[in-house]
């Protein structure tokens, strides 16, 4: 393998290694993750162009740093480790996800608000052909940043860090990008992280990056900017004249208007379990989102009553822009007036706050697999199917369904892997994963009818089309579960609006 391997840490006693690039930020979380927690552990650095036969075995989905190997058992995905390192590893060091329900659904949230939202608006700094497009880009950075300078405020407490006074999983999902955002300035000329407009956010960035152990794995400015340089001219793009003391500093922006939805809970964990035998619960929701039919599904397998609030989202109420302004999207679950959003997150949520079968699986390994391949369905097969119901061409279409074909191919394999030979992901009964999918099947029987295309059927995924027959007989589907005439109504009645609107 290529690269160089050392140990780290103390304590543990466990076998780990874990795969990374040096400055990779996903790389630089785990390994932070890691020394948080004291645990020694063997990194073993990849090489991204010729990636290791251990990388391409360890993590066949997706081919990518990092990689958590714990004995010979893989861990992919840098949230998915954080988490599980916490939950397989519970004595040692500080506990990255707090004992509350509710700030564990918060963390979550805005751990995921880094990688979908900031990481997607920063790469154009990186590899902008401008610096005019760099420093655009830049600009947007700020904004995003502005929204982690609020986060910060109701996350903290007034604590040092988002997790309070000690650290979280949140510090360490977007402290992984600290040096990338320091030497964004040198790029573009835009100081990302200014005390003048993120006064919070600075002064935080300067406690995280200080931190024993955290220090060493966050890479300096100058070897990022190298880094930088090679990789640009590997891709043939220009090159690029990096700044030094030149900053172009930005007014500071207008206070927006909404604070942030989704705040942090100051009850305890006996709080909140009082609150749930309350049931003053709010799902704000479309009938026919798949991502609202898993939060109905598992609010049913927890037998939980709550009121249900149908959204028109040509017309979002006021009530669903107060409770999520960060996405403005549903669904979101009010509990005792406080917002949950994202369904994943609020899934979870449920799991973890009331009493009833379990939805995740109780063992952190198997709860570390269920959850990567519940981000696969939504990263990989959802935007592939939701292109096949938004194509403007048939060229367009064709291409999505492939996509889309691809992808259901590996959750076929998926599902061989984990069932076991049982009848549902989760085993002998619906788990987390058949809520996650099944939540999507009356869709692929809706664009089946539409446009003639079988995401799942007996001769090409045998094994999803008889746990889908088996998903759909249960008593967890039945009454929650739409019927594929309502999606293909629900898509009608969106084309004569975007029609009309042209």
């Known amino acids: 393998m290529a690269g160089r391997e050392e140990a780290a840490g103390t304590g543990g006693g466990d076998e780990l290694t874990l795969l990374g690039v040096w400055p990779s930020p996903f790389v630089i979380r785990a390994r932070a993750a890691l020394?948080?927690?004291?645990?020694?552990?063997?990194?073993?650095?990849?090489?991204?162009?010729?990636?290791?036969?251990?990388?391409?075995?360890?993590?066949?989905?997706?081919?990518?740093?990092?990689?958590?190997?714990?004995?010979?058992?893989?861990?992919?995905?840098?949230?998915?480790?954080?988490?599980?390192?916490?939950?397989?590893?519970?004595?040692?060091?500080?506990?990255?996800?707090?004992?509350?329900?509710?700030?564990?659904?918060?963390?979550?949230?805005?751990?995921?608000?880094?990688?979908?939202?900031?990481?997607?608006?920063?790469?154009?700094?990186?590899?902008?052909?401008?610096?005019?497009?760099?420093?655009?880009?830049?600009?947007?950075?700020?904004?995003?940043?502005?929204?982690?300078?609020?986060?910060?405020?109701?996350?903290?407490?007034?604590?040092?860090?988002?997790?309070?006074?000690?650290?979280?999983?949140?510090?360490?999902?977007?402290?992984?990008?600290?040096?990338?955002?320091?030497?964004?300035?040198?790029?573009?000329?835009?100081?990302?992280?200014?005390?003048?407009?993120?006064?919070?956010?600075?002064?935080?960035?300067?406690?995280?990056?200080?931190?024993?152990?955290?220090?060493?794995?966050?890479?300096?400015?100058?070897?990022?900017?190298?880094?930088?340089?090679?990789?640009?001219?590997?891709?043939?793009?220009?090159?690029?004249?990096?700044?030094?003391?030149?900053?172009?500093?930005?007014?500071?922006?207008?206070?927006?208007?909404?604070?942030?939805?989704?705040?942090?809970?100051?009850?305890?964990?006996?709080?909140?379990?009082?609150?749930?035998?309350?049931?003053?619960?709010?799902?704000?929701?479309?009938?026919?989102?798949?991502?609202?039919?898993?939060?109905?599904?598992?609010?049913?397998?927890?037998?939980?009553?709550?009121?249900?609030?149908?959204e028109d989202l040509l017309s979002k109420s006021e009530l669903l822009l107060a409770s999520n302004p960060v996405h403005k999207k549903v669904p979101v679950l009010i509990h005792n007036g406080k917002p949950v959003c994202e369904s994943l997150v609020i899934v979870q949520y449920v799991d973890e706050l009331f009493a009833g079968p379990s939805i995740l699986p109780t063992d952190p390994y198997e709860r570390a697999t269920a959850r990567f391949w519940a981000a696969f369905v939504d990263d990989k097969l959802v935007p592939a199917w939701i292109g096949i119901l938004k194509a403007k061409t048939e060229d367009e279409r064709a291409e999505k369904a492939t996509e889309t074909l691809a992808a259901i191919g590996q959750v076929e394999a998926g599902l061989a892997e984990l069932s076991d030979g049982k009848a549902f992901f989760g085993g002998d009964s619906i788990g987390y994963l058949d809520v996650v999918l099944g939540s999507c099947l009356f869709w692929f029987e809706a664009l089946r009818r539409m446009h003639g295309v079988g995401i799942i059927d007996s001769g090409r995924t045998p094994l999803l089309a008889a746990w889908a027959e088996r998903f759909g007989e249960s008593a967890e589907a039945k009454g929650v579960v739409p019927g594929a005439d309502e999606a293909v109504q629900y898509a009608h009645k969106l084309a004569a609006a975007t029609a009309a609107a042209k």
């Open 35 to 310: 020394i948080l927690k004291g645990l020694s552990y063997r990194y073993v650095e990849d090489d991204l162009t010729s990636k290791s036969d251990l990388l391409l075995a360890s993590n066949p989905v997706h081919r990518k740093v990092p990689v958590l190997l714990h004995g010979s058992r893989p861990v992919c995905e840098s949230r998915l480790i954080l988490e599980y390192l916490d939950e397989a590893f519970p004595a040692c060091g500080p506990r990255l996800l707090a004992g509350d329900p509710y700030d564990r659904a918060t963390a979550r949230f805005w751990a995921s608000y880094v990688d979908d939202k900031l990481f997607s608006t920063w790469i154009p700094v990186y590899n902008g052909r401008t610096r005019e497009d760099r420093a655009e880009a830049a600009r947007r950075v700020v904004g995003v940043l502005e929204e982690f300078e609020t986060a910060f405020q109701e996350c903290s407490g007034g604590g040092a860090f988002f997790g309070g006074d000690g650290v979280g999983l949140v510090d360490v999902v977007l402290g992984g990008f600290l040096g990338w955002l320091r030497a964004s300035e040198a790029m573009c000329g835009v100081r990302v992280v200014d005390p003048a407009t993120t006064p919070l956010l600075a002064a935080w960035a300067g406690r995280f990056g200080a931190l024993d152990g955290v220090r060493e794995v966050i890479p300096g400015v100058e070897r990022l900017l190298e880094y930088n340089r090679m990789r640009r001219a590997l891709r043939g793009l220009p090159r690029v004249c990096y700044l030094n003391a030149q900053t172009v500093r930005l007014a500071s922006p207008a206070q927006r208007q909404s604070k942030i939805g989704l705040v942090t809970s100051q009850e305890s964990v006996e709080g909140n379990l009082a609150m749930a035998g309350k049931e003053d619960l709010k799902l704000l929701g479309l009938v026919v989102s798949p991502f609202v039919v898993r939060v109905r599904m598992a609010l049913g397998m927890k037998g939980v009553s709550y009121e249900y609030v149908e």
